[in-house]
């Protein structure tokens, strides 16, 4: 499959359970990202992670721990989730670099998550 | 940190007609601005995208205008089509790291 690829696409999961989201990337990119859509408020970005390193992670709480085992892999493990979690969780990856990188990305089709 | 907010928040339009959205940033280091198209069930797809040293990029029917000066960027959308009928997402890209904030989106409606 190409582009970028996530699963599962949607996950029902309760406050005590602990879960995993998978991402894959088959675009030979260096960054992979996590953001969080909720409704009526801005994509958030949750974290970041060039060359297998995260470089960014935006005071998110600790019940979400992400892992990048290499650069076309992406997790986001999951647990002790509170209800205003539930959103739809979006991977991107993009080729990064200076003035010359290809700075597009390139989103997952997203896992919706509901806990209850 | 970078501020992206994005107007108006829904638009409606007579097939044909053009369609404006636009977005204010506040860090003048940003240098990579994105828009993107989401349509309802749908991942966000990149449309069209400047860099700070271009003033405006067109492609087809889409065409994107920076203003460093001012910061802020918007969207023209021109002819619109029924199938343009979904959420944009303008971004700006911090010019330190990967750090892309989003604007709020924009709902747009094409009417036939």
């Known amino acids: 499959e190409t582009g970028v690829t996530q699963t599962p696409r949607h996950l029902v999961m309760g406050m005590t359970n602990k879960k995993s989201l998978k991402c894959e990337q088959h675009l030979g990119h260096n960054a992979m990202y996590w953001y969080k859509q909720s409704a009526k408020k801005p994509l958030e970005l949750m974290f970041v992670?060039?060359?297998?390193?995260?470089?960014e992670n935006n005071s998110v709480p600790s019940r979400f721990s992400p892992e990048c085992p290499n650069s076309s892999h992406l997790f986001l493990h999951l647990h002790t989730l509170q209800p205003e979690d539930s959103a739809l969780y979006l991977c991107?990856?993009?080729?990064?670099?200076?003035?010359?990188?290809?700075?597009?990305?390139?989103f997952g089709p997203g896992t919706r998550l509901t806990v209850t | 940190g970078e501020n992206v907010e994005q107007h108006p928040s829904t638009l409606s339009v007579q097939e044909g007609d053009s369609a404006v959205i636009k977005c204010t940033y506040s860090?003048?280091?940003?240098?990579?601005f994105p828009w993107y198209k989401q349509e309802l069930g749908k991942r966000p797809q990149l449309i069209i995208d400047i860099r700070s040293n271009v003033g405006e990029k067109k492609d087809q029917r889409i065409a994107v205008t920076l203003n460093k000066t001012a910061k802020h960027f918007s969207l023209h959308i021109t002819e619109t089509q029924p199938e343009d009928s979904a959420v944009y997402f303008c971004a700006a890209r911090g010019n330190t790291g990967n750090q892309f904030y989003f604007g709020t989106g924009t709902s747009l409606t094409v009417i036939p």
């Open positions: 992670y060039n060359f297998k390193e995260q470089t």
């Open positions: 991107a990856s993009s080729q990064d670099g200076p003035w010359q990188g290809l700075w597009e990305q390139y």
């Open positions: 860090d003048s280091a940003s240098n990579y």
